[in-house]
C-alpha cells in the first residue's frame, strides 16, 4: 500500500485526479475489457478530485467517453430526482459537466422494485464489463467506506444495509434536519466489491479522519474500521492530507514520504505498467479473508 | 428528444437569487426538462449546447399592460388606413399589426404579452375582443389574452381615456358583461380572451359586481383609475380583486388619514400585486424604492407603452389617434401641447435595467422577477414565468453586466439574438 501526503484537500483532489486520468490515458482497450472501469464515491472529500478531472476535461487532457463507471452507494426510499440522492450528486457535481455516455454511468437503483435482484444485477454487470480497473473511495470518521459501517463483514458484496443511528442523526442536515425525512436505508457495494477492483485509491482529508487513517493503517485488519481492508490488496493507494495524518507515527508519515520519491523514480525507468502486479492474477486472486 | 442544454449562466430562482447552473430543453416539445431524468432515464445527450458566458438565464418577460408598440395601435379599430375597407380586411389587418408587435417585441425580451385595450366606443368591444383570444404566432411572443382598461372607470381619474365613453354598471355584473361579451366570447367562457379587467370600484354598480366577476375562471380583477378610498379599496380585494393598475397614476396619491388604492399596499392581510411603470417618468425612483419595500414580491413591472414604442423610433410629433397626436420626448410620450402623460414608450427591458438602478440591487434577479414570476402568478400562469421542469421553454438571455437583452428564445427555439 502506497500513502499520498499532500498539504490539502485541493492538493489531494489536484494529485489524485491528475493519476486517474494517466491511468485512463494509459489504458489499452482489449476483447474482454474494452473500456476503463472506474468505481466512484459520492461525499465531500472526493468533492475536489471531480472539480480536477473536470479541469482536466476542459482543458482536453482526459475524455470520459470510453470510461465505464459504477457508484459505490444510494439510498433506499428516496427518488433520483431528490436534490440529496446520489444521482444527483453525481449528475451535478460530475457527469453533467463531462463527455461520458448516460449509458456508461451506474448508480444503485434505490428505487428498484426488488432490491436484492438490483444489488445482484450489480455485481455481474460490474463482472461483464471486465472488473473494476480502479475505484475510488472516502472514508466516514469511522473509517467505513460506501455504506460499510464498522461491524460490516469484510467479505461483503453490494446488498441493502440498514443505516446506522448515528450517520442517520449526520445526514438529518440534509434533509432539513427532520430525521424522520432520512432514508433508513441504502444499497451499497460491499467491501470485498471494492477489493476486487484492480486498483484502490482511499481519500482521507480533514483533522476529524485522522483517528481513522491512523486505525486502519497502522492497525491490524479489523471490520470496525472496515476501510482497513485495503492492508489485503495487492495494489491499494491512500491520499491524505497533512490534517488526517495527525494521529500517525512520526515514523509512519516519515516512511511513506520517503518512499513516495523512490516509487516515482521507478515508474520513470521502468513504467507504471511494469510494476503493477499482473492485472489477470489480481482479478482471480481478489481477497480471500 | 431533441434537447438543448444552456450551460455556464446564471438561472434566475424563484426567490429573486441568481444560481450558477445548466437548463435543458426539450425542442421539440419546447418545454424545460430534467437534465438528470434526460441523463439517467433517457440515457441521452443534449444535441447542442449553448455557453452563455456567466450571463443571466431568465423566463421571458411577460408585460400584463401594453396598449401596444411599433405603429400598431390594439385599441384602434378600424385599424389605421383601412377605414374604407371590407370588414374581413379589416380583421386581417388588425391581426397583422398583432403579429408584427409578437414578432419584433422579442427584442425586448418580452416572450408573453396582454394587449390592453383602453376605453372605446361600446360597439367597437364587440369588434376588438373576438380578436384578442390566446395567438401564438410562430417565431413570436404569445398573445396571452387580453387586459381591458375601462369603460368602468372614474371621470375624476380617466387620465388619458376618452370621457365620453366611460361607463357606470347601474345593472351591475350583467351591465359588464353587456360590454365585454361578444358573439363568439363571454367572459365567462375560459380561454376565451379576458385576462385582466381594470375598473373602478367607487363607479356606480362596480364595486357590488367584482366578487361575481373575480370568480370566473379567466379574469383578475384590477383596481385603477380610481378615487376609491382604502375602505372600499380593501373590500375590493376581500372580494376578490387582486392587482391595482399602474399604481400611484391615476388615483388619489397617498393621504394619511385615507392612504386611497396606493394603501393597499399597508393591507394586514392581502396584498393586491400592483403594476409599476418604471420608466423614469410615470413615477419618481424614490415612490419605485417605497411601493417595492412595501410588498416586494407584490411588484409587477409594466409597460403601458403605446403604439410609438419601438426602440428603433426618434422624438418628435407622431399621430395617434382620433386626431390626437403624441410628442415623444425619450420615455415620455404627452398629448400634444398637454402635460398629460399618454403611456410610455419604455421597452419592458429598459424598465427592468431602470428598477435595477431604482433600488440599488447587485443583480438584475429582483427586478427580473417582476416581470416574470410575479406577473405569472398574477395571471396564474403555473407553466410561464419560471424555470420549473415541465414550463415552457419561453427565455431570455441578458447581459449580466449591462441588462441587455442578448437573445430570446420562444418554445425552445431562438428568436432573436443568437
Known sequence: ?289 | MRVLKFTNCYLLQEDDSLKKGDLYVDIERGVIISGKELFFTAKEYPIEVIDLEEDILSPGLIDVQINGAYGVDFSLWPPINTENLPRDQQIAAYLAGLDKVSAKIVETGTTSFLPTIITQQQDLYRELIPLLGPRSSENSAHVLGYHAEGPFIAHSRKGAHAPPFLLTAPNGVSSIESVYDSQTTKLETPNTGIKLLTMAPDVEGVAESIGALAALPDVVISIGHSDATVELAAKSVRDGARFITHLFNAMPQLHHRDPGVIGLLGNQVQRPFYGLIVDGVHVHPNAVRLAYDAHPDGCILVTDAMPLMDPHLEDGIHDWRDGRRLLKQGPRLYLENTKTLAGSASSLDECIRNMTEFTNSPSYAKALSCATYHPAQLLQLSNKGNLRVGSDADLVVINRTTGEVKSTFIKGKCVYGN
Open chain 1, 1 to 289: 500500500m502506497r500513502l499520498i501526503i499532500r498539504d490539502d484537500k485541493s492538493s489531494v483532489g489536484a494529485f489524485t485526479a491528475t493519476y486517474i486520468a494517466k491511468r485512463i490515458n494509459e489504458f489499452k482497450p482489449t476483447e474482454d475489457h474494452p473500456n476503463f472501469v472506474l468505481g466512484l464515491p459520492t461525499g465531500s472529500s472526493p468533492l475536489p478530485v471531480y472539480h480536477k478531472l473536470i479541469e482536466l476535461y476542459v482543458r482536453d487532457k482526459v475524455s470520459f467517453k470510453d470510461v465505464i463507471t459504477f457508484n459505490m452507494d444510494e439510498y433506499v426510499g428516496i427518488p433520483k430526482s431528490h436534490p440529496e440522492s446520489y444521482h444527483s450528486f453525481m449528475f451535478d457535481n460530475f457527469f453533467s459537466k463531462v463527455d461520458i455516455d448516460p449509458k456508461n454511468a451506474h448508480i444503485l437503483n434505490g428505487e428498484a422494485d426488488n432490491l436484492v435482484e438490483e444489488c445482484e444485477k450489480y455485481e455481474e454487470l460490474i463482472e461483464s464489463v471486465g472488473g473494476i480497473d480502479l475505484f475510488l473511495g472516502g472514508i466516514g470518521e469511522d473509517g467505513h467506506i460506501a455504506f460499510n459501517e464498522p461491524g460490516s463483514s469484510l467479505a461483503s458484496r453490494t446488498r441493502m444495509k440498514t443505516l446506522a443511528y448515528d450517520t442517520i442523526v449526520a445526514n438529518a442536515r440534509f434533509f432539513d434536519n427532520d430525521i424522520q425525512k432520512v432514508p433508513r436505508m441504502a444499497l451499497t457495494v460491499g467491501i470485498a466489491t471494492v477489493m476486487s477492483a484492480r486498483e484502490v485509491i482511499i481519500l482521507i482529508t480533514g483533522k476529524h479522519k485522522a483517528p481513522a487513517l491512523a486505525k486502519s493503517i497502522e492497525e491490524g485488519m479489523n471490520h470496525m474500521w472496515t476501510v482497513s481492508a485495503i492492508q489485503q490488496h495487492p495494489w491499494a493507494m491512500v491520499v491524505a492530507d497533512e490534517d488526517a495524518t495527525l494521529e500517525l507515527r512520526v515514523g509512519t508519515v516519515r516512511y511513506f514520504k520517503s518512499i513516495e520519491s523512490v516509487q516515482a523514480e521507478q515508474e520513470l525507468k521502468y513504467g507504471n505498467a511494469a510494476l503493477r502486479p499482473k492485472q489477470r492474477s489480481i482479478h482471480a486472486s481478489s481477497p480471500r479473508f
